[in-house]
């Protein structure tokens, strides 16, 4: 694991036990994901915070500038603190990590459904409880259109994948006869 990731994850427990503390897990969450959010829509911003030959004073007199209005001042204080630490590299890994832990407190996953055609608002709903129940947690669902499937769903939670798709069953089927053909 590299020294960001490291890093990344102390910074994220950090901000969490504030955030706990003062009741803002969910807030402090949404209000990261919308700083990284803006750095990944906006890549010369992006590039200006990482960059090394940039005093880190006149990254935090941008970084207050942007985000002051936006953001809590635990949220501010620890993106100064990151880079006031070189920290700016694991600036993406920090926000997975505090997402992962308030997700983790909070009883909840984030799921991505892949289908080969939009889903109603009742379905994704749907799927939402059905995996809610699978896994025990409450499930917040993001759906991406994936024209490859062919027909059915794929449904990511972390790092397992469901797979009912066509093309899923397809592969599973080739795989299997291609290993009976080998005996």
């Known amino acids: 694991m590299s020294q960001d990731m490291i890093a990344a994850k102390r910074y994220a427990k950090a901000l969490f036990e504030v955030a706990r503390e003062k009741g803002q897990v969910a807030q402090i969450e949404q209000e990261l994901v919308s700083v990284a959010s803006v750095l990944k829509e906006?890549?010369?911003l992006?590039?200006?915070i990482k960059h090394p030959g940039i005093e880190a004073a006149v990254k935090i007199g941008l970084i207050k500038q942007i985000f002051e209005s936006s953001v809590s001042e635990a949220v501010l204080n620890t993106l100064q603190l990151l880079i006031e630490r070189r920290r700016e590299e694991a600036l993406e890994a920090f926000v997975k990590a505090y997402v992962k832990i308030a997700n983790d407190a909070l009883g909840q996953a984030n799921a991505t459904v892949y289908t080969p055609v939009k889903l109603s608002e009742a379905e994704l709903n749907d799927i939402a409880a059905t995996f809610g129940k699978l896994t025990g947690k409450q499930i917040r669902v993001e759906s991406v259109i994936d024209k490859s499937l062919l027909g059915g769903?794929?449904?990511r939670i972390g790092d397992r994948l469901y797979d009912g798709s066509l093309s899923g069953k397809l592969k599973r089927l080739e795989r299997t006869l291609n290993q009976s053909q080998a005996l």
């Open 46 to 48: 992006s590039k200006l």
């Open 153 to 155: 769903i794929q449904v």
């Open 42 to 44: 906006n890549a010369d």
